[in-house]
């Protein structure tokens, strides 16, 4: 993704404070701590009904309404044949369902990446994590 030309800006002193506090324990700058943040705002602007969670390291699109992380509905569709199929076993909305289908469209990489995560194998886990215990 390509940057735009830097510019300036001020934030109100309580937002400074804040957006200082939260750079701290990331090592990243207040710029990009407001970058991300302004980000993640323009894209629930864009897709209303999409919202964030997760650490600063794994933040993850999520439908609002739903406990459904946006990777876990396109991870759903790919396994059935029809996206009908998909309603039929899904326990959310149509509009739901195609607001995901939408967010994937545009910001796909990142929901291919949270999938192939998902799909780690348990031994690709244990050489990630040594003490790691499974139920496997």
Known sequence: MSKSKP???????????WVEQEAR????????IVETLAEEAARMRRFPGIAFRGAEHDRRARLLGTALDVWEVIEARKGVSTLEELLEKADIPERQVRLALAYYQEY????????????????????LYPTLVTNG
């Open 108 to 127: 796909p990489k990142e929901i291919e990446q949270a999938i192939a995560a998902n799909q780690a194998s348990e031994q690709q886990l244990h050489v």
């Open 25 to 32: 324990p990331t090592h990243r700058s207040k710029g990009a």
């Open 7 to 17: 510019f300036t800006m001020r934030l109100i002193q309580q937002t400074d404070a």
